[in-house]
């Protein structure tokens, strides 16, 4: 079914290699599970598409830990990447690079044609899709989920740095983005994320289907926020916290601050209140942004444009 | 301001030593920042109370870990307090029999008169007092508790172990329970909960000034949930989990269970139920307790009767 099969349309390659990635922090339960399940189930091609499921830290996945020795999902970067590796490198740079040789190498023609990488926040940010440069089919397979899930909150997040200095995982994939779901604890597993994820990845096999069986898909605009910065916790001289987020930010994830609104409770009671332009937060009280130095991020709303795209035939 | 000064009474000791403990859970942040706080701003005497904040499991709290070698909270049995400390004893050992020296020991008249241990969880318990044996003292403070925040879920779980065999921190004071509060992530600080517990205590406090002060409080009854026994995961035969706590069960706790109502969601989508009495689910989803093969705890209403009581004069 291809409502827009006639349309002017920029042909763009086929599609025919996807991997579904989780476990990059080994204690976000949702990709560790469904990795697990795809893994299990999942014919290894699936019309089209040629499927890969990679549970991308096997070792912090077994010690339920975000990582062992060092962030793996900073780690794919073109010069880490290319940094040699000895006897005192941390687990996870040395991972990073089997990673890429398994699913890239990022950059070159060999690399899987799409890399999704799936991740938890215990920020209450519903299902949000991360990306770096504007990719068209990102944005088209954004524009298909949320059409395809009204009655989620499905948001992206488009993260400003060129693609050699980007340091996640979904960057060694030809194209690539993050799927953020939460609220979620570490080390927990809840079946309303674990379902709103699966689906989320089943239309992207969707949408893979469809544009490689010649369907052309609309153009049009999405929104998308865009970072700006990041703002630290209230701290003491020795470096510790002496406030927690205000319980009205707290929770409220992509709702416009404006000047004045209260971002921070002390522990002796005091609000702190936001200062500056308007913007929005997310990842607001993520677990693994305290050693970060990162209360939250800060967005700006921006609309992306992109054409009609479909498969470039033989 | 006592209303039943004149009432007929039991007397008890005075309290005049109150403990309270935080960060036995090193990634369970109320504690931990509570007692940092107390340690700030407390006096050591407030009125007729002498107040001492420990930080029960600094090496954990350090590592934002629930514990490093094994659970300080598993330590405090007549028997573990009382084993030989060697070189390859776990750090959690040791600190629970430094513990039981600075607060107990247990069991003796040396020991704290009270002790509250602070602690998170992930599962949609509320405020919640986990007490052993019943307690004149635990159960007139819950009373009270519940009196002063009317509009918070405040409820209590009583574990049926004999004090000797009871192995969390607060059976080392004469009287003690533990106030478990969430939901909230491991290692993630939130506002609401924070002034949830810290009300709490300073409740605590104020009971504790009362009472020692010669106010009779009047008998009644508290209704608590007592442990029944407790319910694992579906596991396939690696022992790998094949399901998460149904939607209808998560967040939840203490809804009642009836035979029949979902309890959990296969990653194939099919619904597990709950067989067997009515029972009352608790620690629904608790992250620490995975490794321990707990999906939830099961418990019955019990109602708890007391007397009136009053300080024994000199």
Chains 1, 2 share one sequence.
């Not at 890429?100 to 899709?129: F, I, R, W, Y």
């Not at 397979?141 to 488009?158: E, F, G, H, L, R």
């Not at 929005?280 to 130095?293: D, L």
Request: glycine share 6%; hydrophobic share 35%; charged share 20%.
């Amino acid at each position: 079914m291809c409502p827009f099969q006639k349309m002017e349309c920029v042909s763009l390659p086929p599609l025919s290699t996807f991997a579904v990635c989780g476990g990059t922090h080994g204690n976000e339960m949702t990709g560790v599970y469904a990795v697990r399940e795809m893994e299990k189930h999942t014919a290894k091609k699936k019309g089209s598409v040629s499927i890969t499921a990679v549970l991308a830290n096997p070792r912090a996945v077994d010690a339920c830990r975000r990582y062992t020795d060092t962030d793996l999902n900073r780690c794919f970067t073109d010069a880490l990447l290319s940094s040699p590796i000895t006897d005192s490198s941390p687990y996870e740079l040395s991972r990073a690079q089997e990673l890429n040789t398994q699913l890239g190498p990022k950059g070159s023609e060999k690399a899987v044609d799409l890399l999704v990488d799936l991740h938890n926040t215990t920020a209450n940010m519903g299902l949000c899709l991360i990306f770096y440069s504007v990719d068209w089919i990102t944005l088209h397979i954004y524009k298909y989920i949320q059409s395809k899930m009204p009655s989620m909150p499905v948001k992206a997040i488009q993260l400003d740095i060129p693609i050699s200095d980007a340091y996640s995982l979904e960057s060694v994939g030809k194209h690539g983005f993050a799927i953020e779901a939460g609220p979620q604890p570490g080390g927990v597993l809840r079946a309303d994320i674990f379902n709103m994820v699966k689906e989320a990845v089943d239309h992207t096999i969707a949408w893979l289907e469809e544009f490689n069986s010649g369907c052309t898909f609309e153009g049009g605009e999405v929104e998308a926020y865009t970072f700006i910065r990041s703002v630290d916790y209230p701290r003491d001289q020795a470096g510790e916290l002496t406030a927690a987020i205000h319980p009205k930010l707290q929770d409220n994830d992509f709702q416009l601050l404006r000047p004045g609104d209260p971002i921070f409770l002390t522990f002796s009671g005091e609000t702190v209140k936001h200062e500056g332009e308007e913007l929005y937060p997310f990842f607001v009280n993520e677990c693994a942004y305290y050693e970060k130095k990162i209360a939250f991020h800060l967005a700006r709303k921006t609309t992306f444009t992109f054409p009609s795209i479909c498969v470039a035939k033989d």
